[in-house]
Every structure is written in structure tokens, then in C-alpha cells.
């Protein structure tokens, strides 16, 4: 029987270390990939990661179970990812105009040795259209996106995270999913044969 | 239902998170209304196409990193239960600043600084006798015997005609 998060982070408050090498294990690869989404940078994607796991480590002797494990991890990477983003974009103009766009930045990916080469270069285009698409969206609105979306997380817990109303969470996905059908007419109208790991049916 | 109301429930009417009942008022309008159906697909589609956007797993050295980071956190020292506690230290403050304000201000301290302001009011002790039966005294009648002599008779001309008698003290006839 596993614990749950939130018995997982009480045992971490308590001392246990191997509890919060368990929260670790589970979250970096959901918390590296929608700090990714969020900055389109890996290996600011990966500091940020780093700096959300070390802010749960340090806040350990004061947590309170008050929300959901996640709602928390969350919140405080949205708030990470944030900062950085406007960060970023103050420090922009100091980027020469010759800097390798975060598209270009080298992607882990298991190579699928049967695929013919101008299937993966439709299929990267593909993938770099979506993300920049995602990533084009308004801040609030690309939070809300990825953690409905690729955390599927419910509908109360992204309000808590977002700090808004259910009611305004659902115009903010609407509008969301608006401007994606837009952006990503091209794809949709042409879709590739699906891969594996699809999600949840919608 | 109307278009507008649609395009909000639409998300949780496509991702199946909507209850029975709106999610039957959705199917009736898109059965009615061909935008809104059509928009309805393209949203599946844009959905299924999401899916595509590759995922990214951490570096391998991620775990290390952190731990590194983490055994660099400076851990509790031996003096630390020496350190103020700002919480601590703000609630004795102001417990404090609560009993010294009770004990300036409160109604019993205000009439202990009176008592020692004036001393004078013990001596309102040792007449307590005549205080508690001031009412008795007040009505004391004793006096009033004499007082229709004193008062009645006016003082006395002198009449040389006739010696002079001393006064004996007894009244006279009434």
C-alpha cells in the first residue's frame, strides 16, 4: 500500500528522508515538464525543479496538510515559473540577436530507430508548432492549460492554484482552447497516426 | 441553452468532468446548433493533437544535484533554540504590552492610585461611627428642650426700677 502525499510530507516533516526521495522520484518528471512548458528552457526548466523541491525540503518542519500535496507543489512551481518568465523578459534585450531560440534546445527523447527521418522531422515540426503554441499563450492561461491538460488535474484544485473562481477558470480555458484550435489549425486539419500514451479521451 | 452559455461548459462537457444533467443540456444544444458542434470537434481535435508535444524527463545527475544542494542547507545549530523566534518574540511583546496596559489603566489600579493619592479619606474611617448613625444624630432632639427658652424669651431689658434677681436658670411660666 503506498501513502499518500500528504502522509508521505507529514513523515518528511518528522524526519524521514526516504519519504521525500519517494516525492522526488514522483514529481520531478511531471514538475521538469510543465516547468518546460512554462519557460521553454530545459535546463531552466530543471533549476526550477530543483528550486521547488528545495522550497517544499525547507518549508517541511512548518507544512500543514491544509491542501492537496500537489496544489502546493504547484502552486509554488506556477509561481517559480512566473517569476522567471518576467525576469526573462526584462533582462531581453541583453540576448544577442544571434541566441539560439529555446526551440533549438536539445530534447531527451527516445529515438525511434524504424521511424524514416522525414516522418521525425514532421513529426518535430509538429511538436515544436504545439509548443510553441502552448507556449505562446497568455500567462494564465498556459498554466491552466498544462495542468488541466497534462497533470489533468480537477477543476478546484487549478482555481487554487491559479487563485480564481471555478466559473472564471472554465472562461479561462475556453478562451485558451480558442486561441489553440486557432494556432494549431494546420495540425488538426492533418492529423499523424496517434502514438501511444495518449491520455484521457475528450 | 444559448451559444454563449455552451462555450462555457464546454471544456467540462468534452473532458467528461461536467455533471449528468449540464452534460445533457450541452448534447441538446449541439445537436441544434451546427457551430457550436463544429467547434465542439475542432476542440477534440486540438485536445489529441496536445498529446503529441513530447515529453522531457530530468537530467540524469537531477537527483544528485538536489541532494548536494540540500546536505548544503545549513541544518540546526546548538544554539539555536537561543535564537528569537519572531513569532515568539512578537506574542510576548505584546502580551506584555497587554498586562502593563491593564494594570496602568484598569478600574482597580485607577482606585489603588486614588487611595494613595489621598490619604486623607482614612480619616473618613475613624468617623465612620458618626457616618453610619449620622441619620439619628441628624434627628436628635435633645437639644431642642432648651431651645424654646433660649429662643421664646427675648433678652431681658434692664429695669432699674426693680432689683435685679439672678437669672436661676429655670424657665418661666408658659
Keep these: ?202 | 441553452m444559448k451559444c454563449e452559455d455552451v462555450s462555457k461548459e464546454l471544456i467540462p462537457y468534452l473532458d467528461r468532468r461536467a455533471n449528468s444533467a449540464l452534460r445533457m443540456e450541452v448534447e441538446d444544444h449541439l445537436a441544434t446548433c451546427p457551430a457550436c458542434h463544429a467547434r465542439a470537434e475542432e476542440f477534440r481535435r486540438v485536445w489529441t493533437t496536445l498529446d503529441e508535444a513530447p515529453l522531457v524527463e530530468p537530467s540524469l545527475g537531477f537527483d544528485a544535484r538536489l541532494r548536494e544542494r540540500i546536505a548544503a542547507e545549513p541544518g540546526p545549530r546548538w544554539f539555536h533554540w537561543l535564537l528569537p523566534q519572531p513569532r515568539l518574540a512578537l506574542s510576548l511583546a505584546l502580551l506584555l504590552a497587554m498586562g502593563l496596559w491593564v494594570v496602568k489603566y484598569s478600574p482597580s489600579a485607577r482606585q489603588e492610585d486614588a487611595a494613595v493619592v489621598k490619604p486623607q479619606d482614612f480619616d473618613a474611617v475613624k468617623d465612620l461611627g458618626v457616618i453610619e448613625n449620622l441619620d439619628v444624630l441628624s434627628k436628635f432632639d435633645a437639644l431642642s428642650e432648651l431651645a424654646p427658652v433660649a429662643s421664646a424669651q427675648p433678652p431681658a431689658q434692664p429695669d432699674n426700677s426693680q432689683p435685679s434677681q439672678p437669672n436661676n436658670g429655670g424657665g418661666g411660666d408658659m
Excluded at chain 1, 503506498?2 to 518528511?12: A, K, N, R
Excluded at chain 1, 522520484?25 to 535546463?43: E, G, Q, S
Excluded at chain 1, 531552466?44 to 518549508?59: G, I, K, M, N, S
Excluded at chain 1, 486557432?182 to 491520455?199: C, F, M, N
Aim: hydrophobic share 40%; glycine share 2%; with cysteine.
Design chain 1, 1 to 202: 500500500m503506498t501513502s499518500s502525499d500528504v502522509q508521505l510530507m507529514l513523515d518528511v516533516k518528522a524526519g524521514d528522508d526516504a519519504s521525500f526521495n519517494v516525492l522526488l522520484r514522483k514529481y520531478r518528471t511531471p514538475l521538469v515538464n510543465f516547468l518546460f512548458r512554462m519557460v521553454r528552457d530545459t535546463a531552466t526548466a530543471e533549476d526550477l525543479a530543483q528550486e521547488v523541491f528545495l522550497r517544499v525540503y525547507r518549508a517541511r518542519k512548518d507544512y500543514s496538510p491544509s491542501a492537496k500535496f500537489t496544489t502546493w507543489l504547484f502552486r509554488i512551481a506556477t509561481n517559480l515559473a512566473l517569476n522567471s518568465i518576467r525576469d526573462n523578459r526584462r533582462h531581453a534585450l541583453d540576448v544577442p540577436i544571434d541566441a539560439p531560440a529555446d526551440e533549438d534546445a536539445p530534447r531527451r527523447e527516445i529515438p525511434d530507430r524504424e521511424a524514416r527521418i522525414d516522418e521525425r522531422l514532421m513529426e518535430r515540426d509538429r511538436s515544436d508548432m504545439i509548443r510553441r503554441a502552448v507556449g505562446s499563450l497568455p500567462e494564465k492561461q498556459r498554466v491552466a492549460v498544462l495542468l488541466h491538460k497534462y497533470e489533468e488535474m480537477d477543476y478546484a484544485e487549478i482555481a487554487k492554484i491559479l487563485n480564481c473562481s471555478e466559473s472564471a477558470l472554465k472562461s479561462l480555458l475556453f478562451r485558451a482552447y480558442e486561441t489553440l484550435r486557432v494556432q494549431l489549425a494546420p495540425l488538426v486539419s492533418q492529423p499523424v497516426a496517434h502514438r501511444a500514451g495518449e491520455r484521457r479521451p475528450i
